[in-house]
């Protein structure tokens, strides 16, 4: 995860492709997926089994023209505050899910030729990561989806809590226009049932998981560069035993509270074999100022942990 989102992108699908994903996209209302314990307050990375649910579909979901409006505007390539930027959009017919259940959520990427995307580069070891998190902040997933021939990514998000969630794709494609850069789309599904929003925990530098405890340290501006410091201790114990997770030790993403503004922040700690720790350093830009939730991910005994934590950005 050192490295910045780097980018290529290979050859388009042809038109015949286009027509079936179209026919794909369509069908995404009847997803399958299998009941999941899982709550909206679950942060874990690893999705439900898939079994049978039903959403229904529209051409567009809410929010996903948020760039168009004024004061909307995302302040950077990589906020994913858009569904589309520089020709390339994130495609998908699901506007509601149901509340509950494990879903295989399907998207596809379009470039500029209004066509799918089908080459992507790999980064952090993967060619697609997928985000989701409800508008209260709540429920964070980060998944891997598998892509189809014609295009069309499936996902399978774990069961999601009544209310508004932002679904954001991270990709860069490996030609084209778009080569040689990163791009952060999301689109907005809604939820369906009643909507019990949690508070904001109060900024903090610390957070507990799985009897790890995680504290941040740093002071950051917006529209700056800074460095956070990570530390992972265990029982009033420096940890030493992480494991590489994604090509590194620990992967740090955040959302602003409020628009839920995107940042992705970039590890500065080489990764050498299974004992990294304790401290880990994290390259931070923060767009706005105000409360982000942040998400960090790491791993031991082959076990992922997602520790969350609130920070303030002056």
Known sequence: MSQRFRTSRRALAAAAATAAL?????ACGSDSGSDSGMSGMDHSATPSTSASVSASASA???GDDMASMPGMEPVSAGNGLAAAKDGYKMASSAATVPAGKAIAYRFAITGPDGKPVTGFAVDQTKRMHFYAIRSDLTGFQHLHPTMAQDGTWTVPLAALQPGTWRLY???????GAGKGKGFVLSRTV?????????????????????????SVKGDPMAGMAHQLTATVTKDGK???????????????????????AFAHLHPETEVDGDHGGPTLGFHAEFAQS??????????TGGKLHTASLTLHVG
Not at 190 to 214: C, F, I, R
Not at 290 to 299: A, D, E, I, T
Request: proline fraction near 8%; glycine fraction near 6%; charge should be negative.
């Open 22 to 26: 179209t026919l794909t996209l369509a």
């Open 60 to 62: 567009s979901a809410p």
């Open 190 to 214: 809604k939820v369906s049932g009643m909507a019990m929003a949690a508070p904001l925990p109060k900024a903090s530098g610390t957070a507990t998981v799985d009897g790890y405890t995680v």
């Open 169 to 175: 794709a991270s990709f860069t494609p490996d030609s």
């Open 238 to 260: 420096p940890v030493t035993d992480l494991q590489p997770y994604l090509d590194t030790y620990a992967h740090l993403t955040a959302f602003h509270q409020g628009d839920l």
């Open 290 to 299: 105000g409360n982000w939730r942040m998400f960090l991910q790491f791993q």
